[in-house]
């Protein structure tokens, strides 16, 4: 079994999910009379909620079936009996009678057993040895165990109607050709582990330096389910924490480690928390502290585990200029003003990014003169904190309600936002900040993605950003957009790419939503996850839509593909860009209900990706 160096199941229970090796006669009594020469799939459904909602898959489920975890945590199996991630019905060549069979052992609180047809998300037939099982608590049922020995059916479908490409060749697929090169195994085969024999006489070192440290977490949750050695393997803290930091960057995994309770959580189940979302949830909290006088538009950023709140709009659009910290690291956070000499002139619609881990810089905004394109640095730990302003030569337009985002720790990246006279930009500009005297250098591209304001940009897979809504131009007109543009900055002659689009007139590449697309919005909050994915929520949505619902986008897909990330929990009613900012790459923090034109910015709302890192 995957995921579970901290799961509920003991050793010896999880060893019984796995393939058998040599020895496996050591294995000692097993839960289930289940036990497969072959990798099964795994799922646990809560039994307490409505309509079984799944609430863990394994990677071996991931990869038969080609659903990853997050586009079924919160859904019922069933939609494995739809030919395809688009069928709306059950497939009429699945037995009925065996559905009604698993509803009534549902039903009646018993085990079932049986076999019926299932579908892999490419349409392709499966057939599907289920055992359902279910887990009583005090005095009433709260889980239910399901596990799949999948095997392919015999069935001549034709392609699934549309379907042109199979769906990710990323390097989990790597694994899945393994794993169907060792499947299926005879029952009974006493030499199943022969064509793994080889790399298991490699020294553990090989094995955990050379191989498995290149996986992903993904990979490496598969390979511990291949063998009793490897899963021994893969349960050490050390490999995952390299683990990490290859696949998600040194950066990442720096800020991971200084999240409270990490080190307790372990980097195998940060790892699948991060992978999954399985533990994101919506927390609200009450903090202490004032930030007064009252004002909107204001920009928050994150220093470690403090948040930094700088400026705003006060009354009678009084620009402010003054900064608040609050530590979440505290036991009681609490609002501080803090005395910081020379501030920047006041201003509102700024942006606040954080470079070399303490430092905070404030670009452009609306001060009392009109638009500002000054850069200001602050050293949160400086004794005393003191603003510096940075002269960096050659710098962009003056602007407002632009975005921001750092590269490399060092880099300041600038794009669009709302000029003089109200004229939308669509340029980008680098600051390296790492420079004795910084020289602003605007990023040349033969075609720019429509000019536009309150959209986001995030950077992911090292040094590409995507940029995602805003109000954009549309000819004479401006419309909330919910199109993703990426740039890769590694590249020699950086270009803006359209991944997907809402479908404006003119925009290459646009019209294919890929998923559900969140509806066209500015002014968002948009979360990088470790690995690449981008998570939006928030911000001027049109209509009645949720600006809480959450939308999640791999970009490094091959077909990238929006889809509806369900989080248990209290989400906030609004939620602004520049007022939210993510802490530790786990937590974004929303500041402030608002009750008509005040913010509450003793009430904070916290989406945590990982479980009590909190
Ligand atoms: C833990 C669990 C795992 C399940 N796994 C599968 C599965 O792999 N394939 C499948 O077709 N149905 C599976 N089911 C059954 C469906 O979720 C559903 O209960 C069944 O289709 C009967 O309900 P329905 O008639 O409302 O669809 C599973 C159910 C549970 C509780």
Not at 23 to 44: E, I, K, M, R, S
Not at 68 to 84: M, P, S
Not at 111 to 138: A, C, H, V, W
Not at 458 to 485: E, H, N, Q, T
Request: negative net charge.
């Amino acid at each position: 079994m995957e995921w579970d160096s901290n799961s509920d199941l003991s050793d010896d229970e999880a060893v019984s999910f796995m393939l058998n090796d040599d020895d496996d006669d050591a294995v000692g009594p097993l839960p289930f009379p289940v036990l497969q020469t072959a990798p099964c799939g795994f799922v646990v459904t809560d039994a307490v909620e409505p309509d079984h909602p799944i609430i863990y898959v394994n990677a071996v489920f991931e990869m038969v079936t080609g659903y990853r975890a997050e586009e079924v945590l919160g859904r019922n199996c069933r939609f494995l009996q739809c030919r395809g991630p688009f069928a709306k019905r059950r497939h009429p060549l699945v037995d009925s009678t065996v559905v009604s069979e698993i509803r009534r052992c549902l039903d009646e609180g018993v085990e079932f057993q049986g076999e019926l047809l299932n579908f892999r998300k490419d349409g392709s037939p499966l057939m599907n040895r289920l055992r359902l099982t279910p887990i009583y608590g005090e005095d009433e049922i709260t889980h239910v165990i399901g596990i799949q020995f999948f095997t392919e059916a015999n069935i001549d479908l034709g392609p699934l109607p549309g379907s042109t490409i199979k769906e990710s060749t990323k390097s989990s697929d790597r694994f899945h050709s393994v794993l169907s090169s060792l499947n299926p195994v005879p029952v009974g085969d006493r030499n199943v582990t022969r064509g793994i024999c080889g790399i298991l006489q490699l020294s553990d070192e090989v094995l955990s330096l050379k191989i498995l440290a290149r996986l992903t977490p993904r990979d490496i949750a598969s390979v511990g389910s291949v063998c009793r050695h490897l899963y021994e393997l893969t349960k050490n803290e050390d490999l995952w924490r390299m683990v990490c930091q290859n696949a998600w960057g040194s950066e990442t995994t720096r800020v991971l480690e200084t999240v409270p309770g990490a080190r307790r959580l372990g980097w195998g189940r940060l790892a699948r928390e991060l992978t999954t979302l399985e533990a994101a949830a919506w927390r609200k909290l009450t903090v202490g502290g004032a930030v007064e006088p009252s004002r909107c538009n204001f920009s928050a950023c994150a220093v470690g585990n403090r948040v930094v709140l700088f400026g705003g709009e006060g009354v009678n659009m009084q620009p402010m200029n003054d900064t608040f910290v609050l530590d979440l690291n505290s036991s009681n956070p609490e609002w501080q003003h803090v005395q910081v000499s020379s501030p920047p002139p006041g201003r509102w619609g700024h942006t606040l990014s954080c470079v070399n881990g303490s430092r905070l810089v404030v670009f452009g905004g609306c001060g009392t003169q009109g638009l500002l394109n000054d850069v200001f640095v602050l050293d949160l730990d400086a004794k005393p904190p003191t603003w510096r302003e940075i002269s960096g030569l050659a710098p962009p337009l003056p602007r407002s309600w632009h975005s921001s985002c750092t590269l490399d720790g060092t880099k300041l990246i600038v794009s669009g936002g709302c000029a003089d006279s109200g004229v939308l930009l669509s340029d980008t500009f680098l600051l390296d900040l790492s420079m004795e005297k910084p020289v602003w250098r605007e990023i040349p591209v033969a075609w720019t993605p429509p000019s536009r304001l309150g959209h986001t940009l995030s950077v992911y897979g090292g040094r590409k950003i995507l940029m995602f809504g805003g109000l954009a131009k549309c000819g004479a007109l401006r419309f909330r957009s919910s199109d993703v543009f990426t740039m890769d900055l590694s590249e020699e002659e950086p270009c803006w790419r359209c991944v997907t689009g809402s479908g404006l007139p003119g925009l290459p590449g646009t019209g294919n939503p890929g998923g559900i697309a969140p509806p066209p919005r500015l002014d968002h909050v948009a979360v990088s996850l470790p690995g690449g994915r981008i998570l939006i929520f928030g911000g001027s949505v049109a209509g009645l839509h949720s600006a809480s619902q959450l939308y999640i986008l791999d970009p490094t897909d091959e077909k990238p593909t929006w889809r509806i990330l369900n989080v248990p929990g209290r989400p906030p009613r609004f939620a602004w860009g520049h007022s939210t900012c993510v802490v530790g790459g786990t937590r974004a923090i929303v500041m402030g209900g608002q009750t008509g034109e005040e913010w509450m910015l003793s009430e904070l709302h916290e989406l945590s990706l990982a479980s009590s890192v909190s």
